[in-house]
C-alpha cells in the first residue's frame, strides 16, 4: 500500500531513471524492455531492502561536523558523532536551536541521497516518514509490508539513519573549545546549524527575488522603475552588504545533503558593529555649566572682558556698556547650548544614573514644560548658577593673567543682566 507522496517518489526517480538510460538508437522492444527493468527497480520489493542496506551510510544531523571541515567525520577512532539537537521551545528571545523550526540536515555517502529524501518524506499527518517508522504506525507498517524482507529488519535498518552511538566520537577538524570547570573541562565544539543557515538563506532570496513567479516578476519590475528614474506607489526591500560563502567546492553533496539541495552556498548578514555617530550635544551628567559650557569657545569674549578689566577706571559709562554687551553675548552662548540640550535630552537623559540637581533637571529636560511653568523658584537658581559661573569662568580662562576684582559687586551688576533676560531662560 503507497500513498500519494510515496507514489510521487517513485515516479520521479523513475522518470530520472528511463531519462538516463533510453538512448535514441534503442527499438522499440528495447525500450519496453527497460521499462519492465525500470519497474522491478523502483518496485517496493525490491528497492525498499536495497534502500535500507544503504540507510546507515547516511546520519541525520542538526549541526554536520562538515560545514567546520569536509573532513571532520571521518577518523581513525571512526566515524564523528551525529549531533541531533531536540532543544526545547522557549520565548526568551534567542535565535537558537528549538526555538526555531527548520529542515534536519544529513551527511553521509552522497549514493545514499535518495534513501534520505525517502525517509523524510512528509506524510499526510505533518509527521515525516522515519517518525511513522520510529512509532510504528500504521501507515509504516502497511508501507513496509513485503514479502522479500521482514518489517522489524526493514525498520531496523532504516532507523540506523537517526541512530546515535552510546560512544562519543569527536575529531580534531571540529573548532572545539575546552571550558575549564572546576578540576575538569567541558570540550565545547562550535558547530554549523545547517537548517538555521539555509532558512536564512531561503527568506533572503524572498526578500531579494519574490516568493513564487508572480512576486518575482513585481520585483523585476520595480527594480526597472528604480533604475529608470520611475515613480511607483509599491515598495520592495533590499539587504545590502550580503557576503556568500561556498562549502564543498564543486562537490557540495559531501559536505550534507541541504547543503546539497543548496548548490554549497549560503548567505552571511553583515555582523560589523554598529556605527557610533558621535554626539555634537550631550546632556550634562552633573552639572550644566561645567560639562556643556565649554571655556575654550567663549575665549575671545573672556579676553575682551580682560581688555577692559585692565582699564583703570572700566567703571566710566562707556567701558560699562562695553562691559554689559560682553555679559549678554555670554547669557546668549547659555542659551543657545540651553536649547541643544533640550533637544537632545528625551533620547539621552536617564534618570537612574543623572546626578544633575533638580532645578537643573527641570529647566534642562525637555518634557518638563508643566514644571517649568508652575513657579519661578528653579529659574531663580538658574539666575544664581548662570551668573556665578560667568564670574568664575572669567578667572578660571585667564587663569593667572585675570585682574582681581571686586567679586561681590561685579556678582551683583552680572545678576542684574541676568534677571533682564531671565525669560529667554525659561
Known amino acids: 500500500m503507497t500513498n500519494e507522496t510515496v507514489s510521487k517518489f517513485f515516479d520521479e526517480r523513475k522518470e530520472a531513471w528511463l531519462k538516463k538510460n533510453i538512448k535514441?538508437?534503442?527499438?522499440?522492444?528495447?525500450?519496453l524492455i527497460k521499462h519492465e527493468e525500470c519497474n522491478d527497480i523502483f518496485s517496493l520489493e525490491i528497492w525498499l531492502p536495497n534502500a535500507s542496506r544503504r540507510a546507515g551510510q547516511i546520519s541525520m544531523a542538526t549541526h554536520p561536523c562538515t560545514f567546520s571541515h569536509p573532513s571532520a567525520r571521518k577518523n581513525k577512532n571512526d566515524y564523528v558523532t551525529s549531533v541531533i539537537a531536540d532543544t526545547e521551545q522557549r520565548e526568551d528571545g534567542l535565535l537558537r536551536s528549538g526555538n526555531m523550526e527548520v529542515s534536519s540536515d544529513a551527511l553521509g555517502n552522497a549514493a545514499a541521497l535518495d534513501v534520505h529524501k525517502f525517509l523524510t518524506l512528509i506524510m499526510p499527518d505533518g509527521k515525516a516518514l522515519i517518525e511513522h517508522i520510529k512509532r510504528d504506525s500504521k501507515l509504516a507498517q502497511s508501507l513496509l509490508k513485503i514479502k522479500s524482507k521482514h518489517y522489524e529488519a526493514l525498520k531496523e535498518e532504516f532507523l540506523k539513519m537517526i541512530d546515535s552511538s552510546e560512544e562519543f566520537v569527536t575529531s580534531s577538524k571540529i573548532k572545539q573549545v575546552y571550558f575549564p570547570v572546576e578540576?575538569?573541562?567541558?570540550?565545547?565544539?562550535?558547530?554549523?546549524?545547517?537548517g538555521?543557515?539555509?532558512?536564512?538563506?531561503?527568506?533572503?532570496?524572498?526578500?531579494?527575488?519574490?516568493k513564487d513567479d508572480e512576486d518575482k516578476e513585481k520585483l523585476k519590475?520595480?527594480?526597472?522603475?528604480?533604475?529608470?528614474?520611475?515613480?511607483?506607489?509599491?515598495?520592495?526591500?533590499?539587504?545590502?552588504?550580503?557576503?556568500?560563502?561556498?562549502?564543498?567546492?564543486?562537490?557540495?553533496?559531501?559536505?550534507?545533503?541541504?547543503?546539497?539541495q543548496n548548490g554549497g552556498q549560503a548567505h552571511?548578514?553583515?555582523?560589523?558593529?554598529?556605527?557610533?555617530?558621535?554626539?555634537?550635544?550631550?546632556?550634562?551628567?552633573?552639572?550644566?555649566?561645567?560639562?556643556?559650557?565649554?571655556?575654550?569657545?567663549?575665549?575671545?569674549?573672556?579676553?575682551?572682558?580682560?581688555?577692559?578689566?585692565?582699564v583703570p577706571n572700566y567703571s566710566n559709562e562707556a567701558m560699562r556698556s562695553a562691559r554689559k554687551y560682553h555679559y549678554e553675548q555670554l547669557i546668549e552662548k547659555v542659551i543657545e547650548q540651553m536649547w541643544?540640550?533640550?533637544?537632545?535630552?528625551?533620547?539621552?537623559?536617564?534618570?537612574?544614573?543623572?546626578?544633575?540637581?533638580?532645578?537643573?533637571?527641570?529647566?534642562?529636560?525637555?518634557?518638563?514644560?508643566?514644571?517649568?511653568?508652575?513657579?519661578?523658584?528653579?529659574?531663580?537658581?538658574?539666575?544664581?548658577?548662570?551668573?556665578a559661573w560667568i564670574l568664575q569662568s572669567y578667572t578660571k580662562s585667564l587663569g593667572s593673567l585675570a585682574?582681581?576684582?571686586?567679586?561681590?559687586?561685579?556678582?551683583?551688576?552680572?545678576?542684574?543682566?541676568?534677571?533682564?533676560?531671565?525669560?529667554?531662560?525659561?
Open 24 to 31: 535514441a538508437s534503442l527499438s522499440e522492444e528495447e525500450i
Open 183 to 194: 578540576e575538569d573541562y567541558h570540550q565545547l565544539s562550535i558547530l554549523t546549524n545547517s
Open 196 to 210: 538555521i543557515l539555509y532558512y536564512l538563506k531561503k527568506r533572503v532570496n524572498a526578500i531579494r527575488f519574490g
Open 221 to 260: 519590475c520595480l527594480r526597472a522603475f528604480r533604475k529608470d528614474n520611475v515613480f511607483s506607489d509599491n515598495e520592495f526591500s533590499e539587504i545590502y552588504n550580503l557576503t556568500t560563502i561556498g562549502y564543498g567546492g564543486t562537490k557540495p553533496q559531501n559536505i550534507s545533503v541541504l547543503n546539497s
Open 268 to 310: 552571511l548578514l553583515n555582523s560589523m558593529p554598529p556605527e557610533l555617530k558621535r554626539r555634537e550635544t550631550n546632556f550634562p551628567r552633573k552639572n550644566f555649566f561645567s560639562e556643556s559650557m565649554k571655556l575654550w569657545h567663549l575665549k575671545d569674549i573672556f579676553q575682551a572682558l580682560h581688555n577692559i578689566f585692565k
Open 340 to 387: 541643544a540640550v533640550r533637544l537632545v535630552s528625551s533620547e539621552q537623559y536617564y534618570e537612574k544614573t543623572s546626578l544633575l540637581k533638580s532645578y537643573q533637571k527641570v529647566w534642562l529636560y525637555m518634557d518638563d514644560i508643566e514644571k517649568r511653568e508652575e513657579d519661578d523658584i528653579w529659574l531663580d537658581k538658574i539666575v544664581e548658577d548662570l551668573s
Open 403 to 426: 585682574i582681581e576684582i571686586n567679586g561681590t559687586w561685579e556678582y551683583l551688576d552680572i545678576k542684574d543682566i541676568v534677571i533682564k533676560h531671565k525669560e529667554a531662560l525659561r
